[in-house]
Nanobody, 121 residues
Framework: QVQLVESGGGLVQAGGSLRLSCAAS????????MGWYRQAPGNQRELVAQ???????NYADSVEGRFTISRDNAKNTVYLQMNSLKPEDTAVYYC???????????????WGQGTQVTVSS
């Protein structure tokens, strides 16, 4: 079993900042990638930012330069610092990880429960 606990969402005015965090725990042999997706009402879930282990982060064009993803590998935690927030950033944000959960299961994908981010104009 793997658990993802997200925190940090909320309501903020346009131009403000929020920091999301997602801590992974449970049966984890190794983590291959950690990232964030978001889904606004009526839209498909989309990638916001992703950081593979030992690789460079990549971002959606819409958040490049405003959002920063980081990881604390010792804590199996991923963060998303969101600055200069816009109303169009309003969505439910989901943590996403790709891991090796055991020696019998080479790859698995897990999602967090989602945290609401609302940006008012």
């Amino acid at each position: 079993q793997v658990q993802l606990v997200e925190s940090g969402g909320g309501l903020v005015q346009a131009g403000g900042s929020l920091r999301l965090s997602c801590a992974a725990s449970g049966s984890i042999v190794s983590i291959h990638s950690m990232g964030w997706y978001r889904q606004a009402p009526g839209n498909q879930r989309e990638l916001v930012a992703q950081m593979p282990s030992g690789g460079n982060a990549n971002y959606a064009d819409s958040v490049e330069g405003r959002f920063t993803i980081s990881r604390d590998n010792a804590k199996n935690t991923v963060y998303l610092q969101m600055n200069s927030l816009k109303p169009e950033d309003t969505a439910v944000y989901y943590c996403h990880i790709i891991i090796t959960p055991s020696i019998w299961r080479p790859l698995a994908v897990y999602w967090g429960q989602g945290t609401q981010v609302t940006v008012s104009s």
